[in-house]
């Protein structure tokens, strides 16, 4: 086997035009931004007609770059490296080497030993073996097979071509895969020295022209697994190397922890804070125009993207690094590290797709005394006008998902507040989505947010009722020429946002969300059908069901869906929707919808669901023992009655004898003792079995309020309040063991009483044959 071309091929560095490139910083060419335009990978939507700020109505024109007194030159382009062609034997050997390995006849000790020998015959060939598409390959599996000594001497001896490595299409797979033994290698301290040097080494030639390796799509990959690699990070964490969309948007909506603040537990690999730091100081030790270069550069964002981020904590680093990007080079003391004369350059750079991500992470990590001056200097007044921007939009949302106090959401609420309807018209439903979110988080401005957005999709003469399905279908509904006529589209996804906002809202006090309760209780049984099938729309139900509404409009919900509880099991969005609904409901409902599971128990437990689902509502149980399942179910309903009586707020608490745990007042417990607490009488009801067997319940009850203890001892470790909530609890799980134990005692007693009843009949019998006899 050969490798690929029969001449010399010269290697492709993608060299750019540095002196076009300066003039197309100072605004005399657009070339700049073509890397900045790919709108698609970045996941920006199509610039609309008339929709930004500051009169922007096309996506052509160059980004203004800050004005500065002295011109820089260009910088050298590297020389041209040919790559040469393999020779036929050194294509041969390597070939044989890989089709003894797949033979399976070399065992791990002798495959290292000859991975070393071949990485040594490769010593002045690494740029044509890691160039070449199929010997590619092989090189990948002898770097993951030989010692740490010989993967070194490989990466030594490669130094000076391993830009073109990375920037190369198979050799940037080569590259990761050394990074990755590398890692692997760092966390044994006999050899940490050596792999440090190695990693110098690799530092010192990429920093001599970064500009094109951040900016190639290969070369980015490998200088953010480097960074990984530097900074301590598992190669495998996707937080750092492309990060969803939705994972953004889950974080904003307080739906999920943000991946930053469980960054620690994760660090669980030695790094090297020194390369860390050289690294990235090296990287951004080019001119203001390089500087401009990454920063509108999809690739070269990312890499400015993934050092934020492993460097979030670190301030000091950070504010020299974010102040460098925002073209502020000067470190004013105080407050003043924003220079008036960047803001409008600022500005106008979020119209970038690439910017706008890179602004959108600095907003994430900024030190506080950082974020205060650039939300009072480049956002404050211009909210409105910077949301209507397709780019910029997304870095408002970030901007508001990171507000540190009320002061600074009463700001925003004064430019956003009454725009609610304009921003929807606009498709900028993720700023209103955040403005929820973030008014949830810092507890201000509840009342005013439900009320403005139920005005935006609800006007006076319609009814309260439409609130839940105009969100539903958000962008259909606003899309609509006749608003007054819509209708639920049948059959049509549901809009992904509106959902995540309705999701958000039933968080809120039920005082709040009075006309979105209304609305979803009273949709049509096919239309909360329908909803219950959708992803979206099955989340929205669940979040109501979780919420503090009263318990009879969640039975008004669930009963909608009766009839359907089999299929809905079936369907994985539904399967949880179905828990819910179980939980929520009285105890006909739960017959009901355990009797609906029954017929489909076999299907069901094929699901990935299914057999949690089965489980948690004692499907088996109601089909062999009903009358026991029912005992059971009405023993659960009593002991949450009782925790419900001691810890639930009077605001919400029902008059029904059937109401279950579905709000605790905030004030008197803390949500994960009140968890904790259901959790334990779940656990003990399901395991004491008192309709079965009476043997073991002295141990059962003695384990339980020793449990009851426990919480009460991390109440008193917990302070003032934690104290108080762990000895409630403690108080009311023994009042729980002992209605449990009476109920046992009592089944207990009768079961005595009958077995003496019995016996004494079957005495009276025996006595009255004697007589006859």
Known sequence: MVSIGLKALPYRTHHRSFSSVEQSVMGETENLHKHGRRKKAMSRKAEKPNSSFDGYKSNKGAARAPKSSKRHNPPEPQELVVRKQVDPETAKYFTEIINLFESNGVDMEEKSVICGNALEEARGKELELATDYILSHNLQTLLEGCDVDHLCGFLRSSTKAFPYIAMDRSGSHVAETALKALARHAQDQDVYSLVEDTLNMICKVLIVNPVEVMCNCHGSHVLRRLLCVCKGVPLDSSEFHGIRTSTVLAERLNLKESRLDGFDTQNTQQGFPGLMNFLVSGLLNGTRQDIIILQVDQYGSLVLQTALKLLAGQDEDLLKIILKLLGCDKENAGENFIEMTAVRDIIEMMKETAYSHLMEVIIEVAPGSLYDELFTKVFRNSLFKISSHQCGNFVVQALISHARSQYQMELIWEELGQKFRALLEMGRSGVVASLIASSQRLHTHEHKCCQALASAVCSTNDSPSCIVPRLLFLESYFFCVDKSNWKWESGSKMHVVGSLILQAIFKYQSEYIQPYITSIAYMEADQALEAAKDPGGARVIEAFLCSNASAKLKRRLVIKLRGHFGELA????????????????????????????????????????????????????????????????????????????????????????????????????????????????????????????????????????????????????????????????????????????????????????????????????????????
């Open 570 to 773: 079936l369907h994985p969005p539904s399967s949880f929707t179905v828990e819910k609904c179980f939980t929520a409901g009285s105890l006909s409902l739960r017959e009901a919808i355990v009797s609906e599971l029954l017929p489909v128990q076999t299907d069901l437990a094929k699901t990935k669901q299914g057999p949690y689902l089965l489980r948690k509502l004692d499907v088996d149980g109601f089909a062999y023992h009903p009358d026991q399942w029912r005992s059971k179910q009405a023993s659960k309903q009593s002991a949450y009655k009782e925790f419900y009586d001691m810890f639930g707020s009077s605001k919400t608490k029902s008059s029904e004898n059937d109401t279950f745990l579905v709000s605790v007042s905030k004030q008197t417990a803390q949500p994960k003792d009140i968890k904790n607490m259901r959790k334990e009488i779940d656990d003990h009801l399901a395991s004491a079995a008192p309709f079965l067997s009476m043997s073991g319940h002295k141990r059962r009850r003695e384990k339980v309020e020793q449990r009851g203890e426990n919480f009460a001892k991390k109440g008193k470790k917990g302070g003032k309040n934690k104290n108080h909530g762990g000895s409630e609890s403690s108080a009311i799980v023994r009042r729980t063991v002992e209605c449990i134990g009476n109920n046992q005692s009592a089944s207990k007693s009768a079961d005595k009483k009958g077995k003496k009843r019995q016996r004494n009949d079957i005495m009276e019998k025996a006595s009255n044959k004697k007589l006859k006899a």
